[in-house]
């Protein structure tokens, strides 16, 4: 199983950007999705998640301007950020979690947001 996130890039402070993550598995068969960043001398840390229920949770920074959705037909789920801030710089990594039979914990390549203030 691979996972390959892309959509990162340089965006001014306010604006908008959308992050995908696309999977070679269905993602029906992960019992969760979620999004982390890593941002320079940082540890990384958890974003926002979605259950294969669509339950989604988000760290307090991000909530009401990120959303984390997800397109079953499309087997990807994405981050939608908007309002960004110089702070949400950082390399973003996405993330499945699937019976350890189908592979367990998976993670992508990181996919680098720049916000310019």
């Known amino acids: 199983v691979q996972l390959q996130a892309y959509g990162g890039g340089l965006v001014q402070a306010g604006g908008s950007q959308r992050l995908s993550c696309a999977s070679s598995?269905?993602?029906?068969?992960?019992?969760?999705m979620a999004w982390y960043r890593q941002a320079p001398g940082k540890e990384r840390e958890l974003v926002a998640t979605?259950?294969?229920?669509?339950?989604?949770q988000y760290t307090d920074t991000v909530k009401g301007r990120f959303t984390i959705s997800r397109d079953v037909a499309r087997n990807t789920w994405y981050l939608q950020m908007n309002s960004l801030k110089s702070e949400d710089t950082a390399v973003y990594y996405c993330?499945?979690?699937?019976?350890?039979?189908?592979?367990?914990?998976?993670w992508g390549q990181g996919t680098e947001v720049t916000v310019s203030s």
């Open positions: 598995m269905n993602i029906f068969r992960f019992n969760m």
């Open positions: 979605i259950t294969n229920s669509d339950n989604t």
């Open positions: 993330k499945g979690e699937a019976p350890y039979r189908l592979g367990g914990m998976i």
